[in-house]
């Protein structure tokens, strides 16, 4: 699954069309929509907001403007399928003794 600062390949009719850095991911007003927050990484960049289920950020074709469209988190040539992403290892902080908790727009599947 594809989360914040992953790179996905998105393809248009089965076609890989770009590449683009999740920025963001945010619950739309619409129940169980999403707005992902894109960075297009062509010449020049460009960023594009699209409001998506979670189903379709997981790989599942939709369509936009009658074209069909699916998003494919890329994976580095060394990096298992079940291994976290950069974001997910993050450095720790031994002394941060907040009472904070991070809670995920969607929930981790295990496997």
């Known amino acids: 699954m594809a989360i914040i600062g992953d790179i996905v390949l998105v393809y ?36 594009a907001v699209w409001v998506l289920r979670e189903e379709y950020v997981n790989g ?27 974001a997910d290892r993050g450095p720790k902080k031994k002394d941060d003794s907040s009472d904070s908790k991070v809670i995920s727009l969607f929930p981790r599947k295990r496997r």
Not at 22 to 45: F, G, H, N, T
Not at 69 to 76: A, C, F, L, P, S
């Open 60 to 86: 599942e074709t939709f369509t936009m403007d009658g074209r069909r469209i699916r998003i494919e988190k890329v994976r580095g040539p060394n990096e298992p399928e079940g291994q976290p992403s950069p």
């Open 12 to 47: 248009q009719e089965e076609q890989p069309a770009f590449f683009a850095c999740i920025e963001d991911i945010s619950a739309d007003p619409k129940p169980d929509w999403y707005q992902v927050k894109l960075l297009i990484l062509r010449v020049p960049v460009a960023e």
